[in-house]
């Protein structure tokens, strides 16, 4: 999670890729990886990427860029630009002008394609048209360009859900003193936390038009994807970067170690996925999208890959390729298993850790930490943990590692 858009496409772990944090060019860490979407270079492929740079971009600032790509990953790329970017002086922002890592909003005029996305998934639709009959392989990378953060869509999304038919979670006086102190940072570190009831609502409404906008968008490029036959043919996978905090532990925001930031949806369809229309609690990672993908293509994924494949689980939803998720935020890792989330902070967990009980406790709200009764399970999963941080630095197997400290906070687009 201090950046997960490298992670699947890079199938690496943080810690590999060095890249812990935004606004970095891959190659400048790792000069001679092959992303996943250069993995059938044997073959012929049409590799495109659409709006968002799947990698990372500003938003404002980037919209109509390649902001920080990685030019070697595609063939095509396009960048459209939409009424989004004019209107940008008509946002509210919690920080007044500020429209990168703070909340913002916008109930925008006009329609669905006068917006990036809308121009975007446009351009899909198009690029499906286009490789219709051809037998070229196609890699369609496809991201929204506007993040949950800064969230201006057309009015009509934001009329589906009232202000008053919305609920704010709460959260008890004193809470965030029960955490270790990263984790309490981490929840209070902005002025996304104990937001005014109306503007908690208000933020929650642009969260849900945001959402229902991109549903939409995608709808339409999945209903071209089936009208032109290439459903037959396509594997789709539909994730996000993160989740997000809409008020759970009084926070409005991604960037914790709580489930609410580290789960992200993942739905797959395409050949070779025979438990179609149904969910799993199989555990996964983001990592795993890359072996997934290889495995459902008939394509040799590379050897430096630290993802196992979920296409078990794909074929049998009952089939679990692992046991536990891992995560990383700052100085904090975290392992997901089917019932517990435990975390440390700082090596040795000298900063902290945390014990949340899904069974009994799915809002993660009691830390059980200094539970006696739950010490043998702590023991337990520290110990596995320490096995899945020290995987997670192992140098990746044929990858030239670039170490030095990147503190560039927006590069110029090359």
């Known amino acids: 999670m201090p950046d997960s858009r490298h992670p699947s496409l890079t199938g690496l772990y943080p810690d590999q890729t060095l890249i812990r944090r935004n606004a970095i060019y891959l190659r400048e860490h790792l000069p001679n990886v092959s992303t996943l979407a250069q993995m059938s270079a044997a073959i012929p492929v049409t590799a495109t990427r659409i709006s968002r740079a799947i990698f990372h971009y500003n938003v404002p600032k980037h919209i109509g860029t390649s902001g920080h790509d990685d030019p070697d990953s595609w063939n ?10 004019d209107d940008e002086d008509k946002i509210f922002s919690l920080i007044p002008g500020s429209f990168g890592g703070t909340l913002s909003w916008l109930a ?3 329609t669905d394609e006068e917006q990036t996305d809308g121009i975007a998934a446009a351009a899909a639709v198009t690029t499906s048209a286009e490789v219709r009959g051809k037998k070229t392989p196609f890699f369609p990378g496809r991201w929204p360009a506007a993040h949950t953060l800064r969230t201006w869509r057309p009015k009509k999304y934001f009329d589906m859900y009232p202000t008053g038919q919305l609920q704010v979670p709460q959260v008890p006086e004193g809470y965030p003193e029960t955490l270790p102190d990263p984790a309490r940072k981490s929840i209070t570190r902005k002025i996304q936390n104990k937001l005014p009831d109306d503007v908690a609502r208000q933020a929650i409404q642009a969260y849900y038009a945001s959402i229902t906008f991109a549903d939409a968008q995608a709808g339409k490029i999945l209903n071209a994807l ?6 037959d043919n396509t594997i789709v996978l539909f994730t996000s970067d993160h989740g997000y905090h809409m008020g759970e532990h009084g926070h409005y925001q991604k960037t914790t170690l709580f489930e609410n930031a580290a789960h992200v949806p993942l739905i797959m369809a395409g050949p070779g996925i025979t438990a179609a229309g149904k969910s799993t609690r199989s555990l996964a990672e983001m990592v795993d999208f890359y072996p997934t993908l290889a495995e459902l293509s008939d394509l040799k994924a590379p050897d430096f890959l630290a993802g196992v494949s ?3 689980t794909l074929k049998n939803p009952a089939e679990q390729p692992r046991s536990s998720a891992f995560t990383q935020y700052d100085v904090g890792y975290s392992l997901r298993t089917d019932r517990y989330r435990y975390t440390e902070w700082g090596p040795e967990a000298k900063q902290g850790r945390e014990l949340y009980d899904h069974e009994n406790d799915p809002q993660e709200m009691q830390n059980l930490a200094d ?4 010490q043998d399970v702590i023991r337990q999963l520290s110990n596995e943990l320490r096995e899945r941080i020290a995987a997670g630095q192992k140098p990746p197997a044929g990858l030239k590692q670039i170490t030095f400290e990147n503190n560039r906070k927006v590069p110029v687009t090359p």
């Open 108 to 110: 925008a005029d006009g």
């Open 226 to 231: 089936r009208d032109t036959g290439l459903a």
């Open 371 to 374: 539970d006696p009764g739950r």
């Open 310 to 312: 979920l296409v078990p």
């Open 76 to 85: 095509n790329t396009i960048n459209p630009e939409g009424r989004d970017v």
